[in-house]
């Protein structure tokens, strides 16, 4: 029934499964470098503009002098929205960009200014801000203001804060735990 299988037929089995395993093999190879090299270069995604985060304010700073974002021109920024009477978030955060901003200047020698935005203005006064900031860096700005004020510069921000329900004067207030890293404008 069935005829042996002659030399000839399968030298040419042998050659035809060699060629297939060999041209396999190098796309394979061409494959993976396509690869590798889509995956080193860099990839833009698409853009068309800068980040709207962040506009004019005028706020109050802890030593009770006015201050506008204009002061901030020039010079590199770390803003942190938060509250005074924060039990644990706020304080840890802040002493996450206070040795942050440590370890740039020692490294790399830039100056950074750090800002603490209250968005508690009904409990957070100048003076509360005042000893709150000197706490965790002798650089540190503390700003404050009206709460419509508040309600803008956070709004310009894109941070979130509400207040949870209260019992009597101790309450909390819910907020977006992001500290903003702002490169130095030149120009207003």
């Known amino acids: 029934m069935f005829e042996p299988v002659s030399w000839l037929s399968f030298l040419l089995l042998v050659m035809t499964g060699a060629g297939l395993i060999y041209y396999y093999d190098k796309e394979k ?8 090299t889509a995956a080193a270069a860099p990839k833009e995604g698409p853009s068309v503009g800068k980040a709207a985060i962040g506009g004019p304010f005028k706020l109050v700073n802890h030593d009770g002098q006015s201050v506008t974002e204009k002061y901030f021109l020039g010079k590199w920024t770390l803003i942190y929205f938060g509250f005074t ?37 009904e409990r957070d006064t100048v003076e509360q801000i005042h ?3 000197k706490e965790f860096h002798p650089n540190l700005i503390g700003l404050t203001g009206s709460p419509e004020e508040i309600k803008q510069v956070a709004r310009s921000y894109r941070v979130y804060y509400m207040k949870t329900d209260q019992e009597g004067a101790d309450y909390l207030v819910d907020h977006s735990i992001v500290i903003f890293g702002i490169t130095r404008i030149l120009t207003g």
Do not use: M, N, T, W
């Open 29 to 36: 190879k061409r494959h993976i470098e396509v690869l590798k």
């Open 85 to 121: 009477h924060c039990p644990d978030i706020c304080p840890d955060e802040l002493l996450k960009l206070a040795d942050a901003i440590d370890k740039i200047k020692q490294k790399a020698g830039i100056e950074i200014v750090p800002v603490f935005i209250s968005v508690d203005p």
């Open 131 to 133: 000893d709150y900031v």
